[in-house]
C-alpha cells in the first residue's frame, strides 16, 4: 500500500508542477506586451546570454566540425566520395548538430545561471521587497532574461554553424588540399531551404524554454540556502530535457514537410 501511496504522490506533484510550469510560461505572454519595458536590463541580459556565451559555444563548434570531418572521412574515402564532406558536414551541422549543441550549452550556462541568480533572491527575500515595493519583479526578472536567450540562442547557434564550416575546412585539410571558397560553395550547394527555416525556428523555442525554464525554477526556489544548488541543477536539467522533446517534434515536423 505505501509504494502505490508514494507513486501517487509523486504522479500529483508531477502534474502539479507541470501546471504550474505552463501558468508561468502563459503568465510570460501576458507580462511580455504590458508596459513598462526594461530595456536597460533585456540588452544587459542579451549582454549576458549571447556575448558572454561567444567563446564557450564557438569553441565547442570549432571542435565538433572538426571532429566530424575527421571520422567521417576514412568511411567517406572508401566510397571515393570525399567531395561529399562538405555537403555532409554542413547538412549535419545546420540542422541538428550546431542548434542543440548550442542550447545543450547555453542550459547548462545561462539556465543555471538564471535559476541560481532568482534562487537565491528569492532565498534573501529580494523578490519579496520588490513585491512590497509596488514593484512586478516578474516583468523586471522573468520577462527581460526570457526575451534574451529567445533572442540570443538563434544568433549564437548561426555563429556556430559558421564556426563549424570553418573547423570542417581545417580538418578537410589535414589530408587533403582544398581552398575556403571551394569548401564553403561546395557545403552550401548541398543546403536547401527545407535544411535551414527549421533549424533557425527551432532555436527560438530552444531559448524561449531555456529562459522560462531557469526562471521558473529560481522564481519559486524554496527557503534555505539549499534550494539555490537545487535550483540551478533542475533548471539544467528539465530545459535540457525540454530541448531535446522540441528537437524531436520538429524533426517530425520537418519529415512530413
Known amino acids: 500500500m505505501q509504494p502505490i501511496l508514494g507513486r501517487y504522490k509523486q504522479g500529483k506533484d508531477f502534474f502539479y508542477r507541470a501546471g504550474d510550469l505552463t501558468a508561468f510560461m502563459l503568465r510570460f505572454f501576458r507580462e511580455v506586451v504590458r508596459p513598462p519595458y526594461e530595456w536597460r536590463e533585456i540588452f544587459y541580459q542579451c549582454y549576458l546570454v549571447g556575448y558572454k556565451s561567444t567563446f564557450l559555444i564557438g569553441l565547442t563548434a570549432f571542435i565538433m566540425g572538426a571532429v566530424l570531418t575527421i571520422q567521417t572521412r576514412p568511411s567517406m574515402a572508401a566510397f571515393g566520395a570525399i567531395s561529399l564532406i562538405p555537403g555532409m558536414v554542413a547538412v549535419s551541422v545546420v540542422r541538428e548538430i550546431g542548434p542543440v549543441i548550442t542550447a545543450i550549452i547555453c542550459c547548462g550556462k545561462v539556465g543555471s545561471r538564471m535559476g541560481a541568480e532568482l534562487g537565491s533572491m528569492r532565498v534573501t527575500e529580494q523578490i519579496d521587497a520588490m513585491e512590497v515595493s509596488a514593484i512586478n519583479p516578474f516583468h523586471y526578472l522573468v520577462v527581460s532574461r526570457t526575451v534574451a536567450t529567445t533572442l540570443m540562442v538563434p544568433l549564437l547557434a548561426i555563429i556556430a554553424d559558421l564556426i563549424a564550416f570553418y573547423g570542417a575546412y581545417l580538418a578537410m585539410n589535414i589530408h587533403d588540399t582544398t581552398t575556403m571558397r571551394h569548401f564553403f560553395v561546395a557545403a552550401m550547394h548541398h543546403l536547401e531551404f527545407i535544411d535551414i527555416f527549421p533549424a533557425i525556428i ?16 529560481g ?37 512530413l514537410l
Not at 527551432?202 to 525554477?217: A, D, E, L, M
Open 202 to 217: 527551432k532555436t527560438f523555442f530552444f531559448g524561449y524554454v531555456i529562459g522560462i525554464i531557469g526562471c521558473y525554477k
Open 219 to 255: 522564481y519559486h526556489a524554496r527557503r534555505g540556502t539549499e534550494s539555490v544548488g537545487v535550483a540551478a541543477n533542475s533548471a539544467v536539467v528539465a530545459s535540457s530535457l525540454a530541448v531535446f522533446i522540441i528537437d524531436m517534434i520538429a524533426a517530425q515536423i520537418t519529415d
